[in-house]
């Protein structure tokens, strides 16, 4: 029996021109061999999209199915490698299913060491269970 999967919801702010950082940041994980296939693009709650159709839109964020055997520390330390590699401040919210969430405002983020422990902190934040 496969483990159970969550869906972490990533917003990434500012996201212009056009979502060039949400593209960056999904890219990034892609490129993950342990996040590849759980990572998708859908739009935003709120946005006007239709039903169905995934637009281009800065409104859309990125979905990430994680499971147990350590995907979400994958996850936190793909978006610490992303972080500290951007030229511009940006600031990443995760959010759970059950509505829980955390900001990470970083600007122009160096130390990935730092970058990992303030991830790690917001996932225990949303995702007690996955420590």
Known sequence: MPAPQETITL???????AGDAR????SWLRAEDRLRAGVTTAPAAGSAVPPGEVSAAAADVLLVA????????????????????????????????SGSSAELDVHRARDMDQVTALIETAVRAVAPDNR
């Open 11 to 17: 917003s990434v702010y500012p996201d212009l021109p």
């Open 66 to 97: 994680v499971g147990s055997g350590g995907a979400v520390m994958v996850l936190v330390q793909a978006i610490a490698g992303w972080l500290t590699h951007r030229r511009e401040n940006v600031t990443v919210r995760l959010t759970l299913p």
């Open 23 to 26: 593209r960056s940041l999904g």
